[in-house]
Every structure is written in structure tokens, then in C-alpha cells.
């Protein structure tokens, strides 16, 4: 199905439209209706059920306004840029990469320089999609995406929408290693809004200026052991090898197990959650045949990420990113050990105690002092910091460090500087940090994609979504076939939604009306109380994709569909355990 008839049944059916649409709309931004809610909340309870609360994991709710110096440490100020070309006749702005993309072969002219995108434009001869003046010899420039805010009256402090969930993790692990008991391995997850200032969204869901994120920060021993494969070991993945995207081959299906084994895959933890997520995007709906990972090439990476694979669905031929999972290392944790006032490593005890050699500084103060004033005790803790850093700086008969982007020398002799035995305990390590990043409204257009169908029933075509019964919006339809069974269908209805079991009443037009209703929606379910009914207490339950038809029990229905939407039944077993007499 392409873009239109998706978005036109999300519109229509109330998944999701453009918000603000009274104003004339904004692009970018998308107001999820009454089933796009219910089914994006799924999708996260899925998501929690899986890689929070099966894994072990702690989960957290950060702000998403955050301090200017937190992104300053971590490095989005000045690389979390994306490439904009201005129209010199009209001003519009454009992402210069994306125009190349569509105006050659180019399949990712992201991890591209600048230079060649701008020469790509002028060979591809690109015109601007909006006045279609020409962009060739336009300059291309980094655009940084994040939106920024004040914190505060005036413009007292700088903050910025976060980018990312992230940073609201991984700024915290100070306090966060205390509640995993100072214990390798722990895992903190969040689910929450991120917000990029996007040069030019576009395909509704897809490129979107806010979105909501599913992260988890994998905290791991830079020497330790990697997660209990079993689970996963005998998964197959899809995978795309950056070797294999240099050459233009194919992707190889491997089982987790062996795309370690062979090195396809070099981190096992990155591996146990690539197993971990084929797993659960088919659980929540996206199709296995058009879904793979692809290795980001070390032009791709992101300045955080040492090796990355991201999840991509086709959808209406492209391969589109739904998902990351990069191996951040030590970057984020050691980044903010250095620019704040706490200490991101965690204590790890020796089996037996070390003697060591350890360098140290005793400062002369009455020298420092009257040498360098004020800034004296913060020289004091420089050399601290450089001889934890760098002991061999002080070989020489100077010693120089940096306060606040001033040099000072100092005499060796006058820093106290010895190496001295000592017995240690244990050390501080700065632990690596692997990261499962789901796009969850991403994942959310993916499936409705995916789950769309059209077909035939009775002579009919009808329009369904086959979404998975633990997605689906609402499990089930109550129907009345005859007048004198609407009580009884609307008290149905209202047990079914008092056991937590979505479910809609309806009584308005034909039985066939009502059944292309629920099945446009994806209700896997649907409950018809006819005249029968009043003889042989039992309701006809129809399944929507194969249109099956089993005689169940009236009281029996809510557990019934309970059993089903969990997975601990199916229909074609109820329909061995009750007799269908529905011909």
C-alpha cells in the first residue's frame, strides 16, 4: 500500500492527522487519535513488557528540558548537525542530502561531507522542490537540530529540548549505580518524548520534529562478561554488513550464534539485542521479510557511537530506520566524569588486594599560593587531575596545566610529585554503555503499513489491518444481531472492558457493516448475540483475518478473549474446544 492510502485511513479511522490543523498545521508535528493512542500505548507496553520488566531492567522518567552543559559535555552542541541548503530564490530551507538521495542512486548521502553533497547537487542538477530554481554551486551547512529554550526569567540559562531520552540516563549514573548496588551489569531504560528541529519533515510519521523514544542504556564492564546468549542464539537476523553495502551485495541471514561466531556482529551484547528486537518487532507487527539491520559505516557514525546497526523496515519500497542499537563505549559517562563535579565510574573490589605503584602530588601551597592568587587552589587540583591522567608529565622540570583556558608551569619539585606503594582494594572503572533505541511512533507506522490488507470476503473487498491481538486498539466487537439481545450485548461489552479487555459496542447497520467497521481497525475479535442466543447461552465469536466462527459460551467470552489476547490460547483451539454449529 503506499503513503496516501495509509495516511488516509489513519486519518479517517482516527490513528493519526496533522495537529493544529484549525491553524493550518505545522509540519512535523502529529496528534495521535483515539486508536493511534491506543495502539502506540501498546506498542510501549509491549516494548516495557520485553526489555524492561523481562530483562531485569530499572526504567526512569527524566525532563526533557535539559541544561545547556550537559550537551556541551556530550557533544551535541557541535556535531548534532544535519546538512541544509537555502533556495536563493525563494529562502526555503532543505536537507541537502535527502534532495541528493532523491535526485540519484545515492542510497545514504548522510554519512557523505559536505563538499560532496555539494557537488552532488550541481551534477544531479537539483532544483529546489519549491520554486524549482536551480540549487546547483549553493553552499551546504551544518544545521544543528536541537530547539532551544531558556530556563528561567530573561535569558538567565540556556537549555534545549532533549534530542534524545539518553543523556536523561546516562547524566544520572551517579545516582543510578547506587540502586544497582554498585553491580556490572545494570540496564535503565525510558520511554519518553525527544524533539529535533527537522529541516524539512516529511512522510508523516516518519520525520517527524517530536516523536517519542523507547531507550535503553546497557551499563556493562569494559572487561566483563557479555549477556546469556541462550535466548537468542538460534534467532536468525537479516543482516546488511557495512563490507556488504561497499560492494553492493546482499544481506546474509545468520542466526545470532553465528553472526558472532564469524564476526559479522563483533559486540555480544549488541548482538543479544539485535536477537532480543527481530523477536519483538514481529511480536508487535512489523513483517520479518521486510525487516533487516543494516551496520552503519564509519562515515555514519554518530560522535557518540563506536559501531552501530539500525533496524529498517520497508515501507512503500524504501528501507526506513526504525530502530538503533549502537555501543557508545565510555564516551557519554566519561565525557560528563570531566566536565562535572561528580565522578561517572563505579567501584569495582579486587578478589585480593594489589600492592601498586601510584603516582601522586602533595602541592606546595606557600609556593602556589603567592605565585599564581586566587586561582592557586584550582591549579592545586589540576595537577591532581594530571597525575591520575598523565604521571609522565612530570618528568620534566616543568609541569603545565590548564584552569579555565589559562596555562600555568609549574616546578615539578614544587608539585610534591612521588610514586609511591600502596595496597588497593579495588578500582574505579568507567563502565561501557550499550544502547537499544526504538522510534516507537516509527514502529507505530511501520506496522500499520505492514498490517494493511485488501481482499475479498463473501464477494465482497473489504480493507483490514492485521494487527496482532496484543497491538490491536480494541480486541473485540460486541454486536447485537437482534433487539431483544442489546442489553445483554452492552453488559457484555462492559465486562469485557471492566477485565481491562478493550472492546466497542455497536448496533448501527448490517452485520456485514458492522464486521468491515472493526476489521478496517484492526479488532481481531468480534462477538454477535442473535436469537440464538436466548436458547443456547452462547455468542458466535468470529476471528477477522480467516473469518472463522466458533459458538462460544456467552459467560465464557471474556475469559475466552483474555486467554487469546495474552497468546495462552488460539482461536483455532477454541474452536476444537467448543462445538461450531455457526454453518
Request: net charge negative; proline share 5%.
Amino acid at each position: 500500500m503506499s503513503d496516501p492510502d495509509v495516511v488516509e485511513l489513519a486519518k479517517r479511522r482516527g490513528f493519526f492527522f496533522q495537529a493544529n490543523e484549525a491553524y493550518g498545521g505545522v509540519a512535523g508535528f502529529y496528534t495521535f487519535g483515539p486508536r493511534g493512542a491506543a495502539l502506540k500505548r501498546n506498542v510501549e507496553d509491549a516494548w516495557r513488557r520485553q526489555f524492561v520488566v523481562r530483562e531485569g531492567h530499572h526504567e526512569i522518567e527524566s525532563p526533557t528540558v535539559v541544561p545547556e552543559a550537559v550537551f556541551e559535555a556530550s557533544g551535541h552542541l557541535d556535531t548534532f548537525d544535519d546538512m541544509l541548503v537555502e533556495c536563493p530564490e525563494c529562502g526555503a530551507s532543505h536537507r541537502a542530502d535527502h534532495l541528493v538521495e532523491d535526485a540519484s542512486d545515492v542510497e545514504d548521502a548522510e554519512s557523505l561531507p559536505a563538499a560532496d553533497v555539494e557537488e552532488l547537487l550541481a551534477t544531479c542538477d537539483v532544483d529546489c522542490p519549491t520554486c524549482r530554481a536551480t540549487l546547483a554551486d549553493e553552499p551546504v551547512t551544518g544545521f544543528n537540530l536541537m530547539f532551544e529554550t531558556s530556563i528561567g526569567p530573561g535569558s538567565s540559562r540556556a537549555g534545549y529540548l532533549r534530542p534524545e531520552t539518553a543523556q536523561g540516563v546516562l547524566v544520572e549514573f551517579p545516582r543510578l549505580k547506587e540502586y544497582a548496588r554498585n553491580q556490572l551489569p545494570f540496564g535503565v531504560a525510558q520511554v519518553g518524548s525527544g524533539y529535533r528541529n527537522e529541516i524539512s519533515p516529511r512522510r508523516s510519521l516518519l520525520r517527524v520534529r517530536e516523536f517519542t523514544l523507547a531507550e535503553l542504556q546497557q551499563f556493562t564492564a569494559p572487561d566483563g562478561d557479555g549477556p546469556g546468549l541462550e535466548p537468542v542464539a538460534d534467532q536468525t537476523v537479516r543482516l546488511y554488513p557495512a563490507d556488504a553495502q561497499e560492494r553492493e551485495g546482499e544481506c546474509v541471514e545468520l542466526t545470532v550464534r553465528e553472526a558472532l561466531r564469524e564476526d559479522v556482529v563483533a559486540n555480544e551484547w549488541l548482538a543479544y539485542y539485535l536477537g532480543r528486537a527481530r523477536q519483538w518487532f514481529e511480536r508487535v507487527g512489523v513483517d520479518p521479510e521486510r525487516l533487516r539491520f543494516r551496520q552503519h559505516r564509519s562515515g555514519e557514525l554518530a560522535h557518540y557511537a563506536s559501531a552501530c546497526w539500525d533496524a529498517e523496515a520497508r515501507l512503500h519500497g524504501d528501507w526506513v530506520e526504525i530502530a538503533g542499537f549502537a555501543f557508545r563505549a565510555d564516551h557519554d559517562l566519561s565525557k560528563h566524569d570531566a566536565r562535572s563535579d561528580e565522578r561517572f565510574t563505579l567501584f569495582r573490589e579486587y578478589d585480593e588486594p594489589k600492592v601498586v605503584e601510584r603516582p601522586t602530588v602533595d602541592p606546595d601551597m606557600s609556593h602556589l599560593g603567592p605565585e599564581f592568587g586566587d586561582v592557586a587552589t584550582d591549579v592545586a587540583d589540576a595537577l591532581e587531575s594530571l597525575v591520575e591522567r598523565d604521571p609522565t608529565a612530570f618528568r620534566s622540570e616543568d609541569v603545565t596545566v590548564e584552569v579555565d583556558g589559562e596555562t600555568y608551569a609549574v616546578p615539578v619539585e614544587k608539585t610534591g610529585f612521588s610514586v609511591d606503594e600502596v595496597t588497593e582494594t579495588g578500582e574505579h572503572v568507567t563502565p561501557h554503555v550499550v544502547e537499544p533505541s526504538i522510534g516507537i511512533d516509527r514502529v507505530v507506522y511501520g506496522v500499520l503499513v505492514h498490517s494493511l490488507r485488501r481482499d475479498e470476503v463473501g464477494g465482497e473487498g473489504r480493507t483490514r489491518l492485521a494487527l496482532p491481538t496484543a497491538v490491536a486498539p480494541t480486541v473485540a466487537g460486541v454486536f447485537p444481531l437482534t433487539d431483544d439481545q442489546a442489553d445483554r450485548a452492552r453488559e457484555l461489552a462492559d465486562r469485557l472492558t471492566r477485565r481491562g479487555i478493550p472492546a466497542t459496542y455497536d448496533d448501527s447497520g448490517s452485520i456485514g457493516r458492522r464486521y468491515r467497521r472493526q476489521d478496517e481497525i484492526g479488532t481481531p475479535f468480534c462477538v454477535t448475540l442473535d436469537e440464538r442466543t436466548s436458547d443456547d447461552e452462547r455468542a458466535t465469536v468470529r476471528e477477522r483475518d480467516s473469518t472463522a466462527q466458533v459458538r462460544v459460551l456467552v459467560d465464557d467470552v471474556p475469559e475466552t478473549l483474555a486467554s487469546l489476547r495474552t497468546g495462552e490460547t488460539t482461536f483455532a483451539a477454541v474452536s476444537r474446544e467448543y462445538d461450531d454449529d455457526c454453518r
